[in-house]
């Protein structure tokens, strides 16, 4: 979703005061409970502007969402790219230290997502979800494919299967950091990547059991 061009024509920093300030709003308030009036209010500007910059609400928060999904990209293509030589079990590690940095350092954009995926009534709910489930899962395959042309997990690994598994168990892992009932007083609800680390290592081992090739012994 792109914004009118008259979004495009303001300053980074009005766009980039703007965009914050309406993550924050639709974070904490989800699509329903934000209102419009609330958010120029803040931003002092005329309620007009909104609708001259995105067309609606529905417009402004699928902009603000699909930015939100790029920056997710970014830290995804920055971990595939610089781990491309290390083994897919230390990449599985970096993309879950990238995933717990994420949530720590931009809390709002993360409750966003949280709000898609419990909140029903969104407008385009499926298809945003739909769209962002498809580039995770397209994310792990990639790096599944790599690991398997290497030799490094077993040639009879179902690649969509296995990227099902483990596009599940990060996203629960997230999940548990910023939703306080589904840590089941663990302690991962508010973890920081320090903490976080022996997690991680047991996750990827746990995985690891399943997926990597082991070599024939000779009888």
């Known amino acids: 979703m792109n914004p009118l061009k008259t979004f495009e024509k303001l300053s980074a920093e009005k766009q980039e005061?703007?965009?914050?300030?309406?993550?924050?709003?639709?974070?904490?308030?989800?699509?329903?409970?934000?209102?419009?009036?609330?958010?120029?209010?803040?931003?002092?500007?005329?309620?007009?502007?909104?609708?001259?910059?995105?067309?609606?609400?529905?417009?402004?928060?699928?902009?603000?969402?699909?930015?939100?999904?790029?920056?997710?990209?970014?830290?995804?293509?920055?971990?595939?790219?610089?781990?491309?030589?290390?083994?897919?079990?230390?990449?599985?590690?970096?993309?879950?230290?990238?995933?717990?940095?994420?949530?720590?350092?931009h809390p709002s954009l993360y409750r966003l997502y949280l709000r898609v995926m419990f909140e029903r009534q969104i407008p385009h709910r499926d298809e945003i979800l739909i769209a962002l489930r498809k580039y995770s899962h397209d994310y792990l395959k990639s790096l599944?494919?790599?690991?398997?042309?290497?030799?490094?997990?077993?040639?009879?690994?179902?690649?969509?299967?296995?990227?099902?598994?483990?596009?599940?168990?990060?996203?629960?892992?997230?999940?548990?950091?910023?939703?306080q009932h589904l840590d089941a007083g663990l302690g991962l609800y508010g973890i920081s990547s320090e903490d976080a680390e022996p997690w991680i290592t047991f996750l990827v081992k746990s995985l690891r059991g399943g997926l990597e090739a082991h070599p024939v012994q000779p009888k």
Do not use: C, P
């Open 17 to 105: 005061r703007i965009t914050r300030v309406a993550v924050e709003e639709f974070s904490r308030n989800g699509f329903h409970g934000t209102s419009t009036n609330t958010i120029v209010d803040r931003l002092g500007i005329a309620k007009g502007s909104i609708f001259k910059y995105f067309g609606d609400k529905n417009g402004l928060f699928r902009f603000i969402f699909t930015m939100s999904l790029e920056k997710v990209k970014s830290y995804l293509r920055e971990v595939r790219d610089r781990t491309e030589s290390e083994s897919l079990f230390v990449r599985l590690e970096e993309t879950l230290r990238a995933g717990v940095r994420f949530v720590n350092k």
């Open 144 to 179: 599944l494919k790599t690991a398997r042309e290497r030799g490094e997990i077993r040639s009879d690994v179902d690649l969509d299967m296995a990227g099902f598994v483990l596009d599940a168990v990060m996203d629960r892992f997230l999940q548990a950091q910023a939703i």
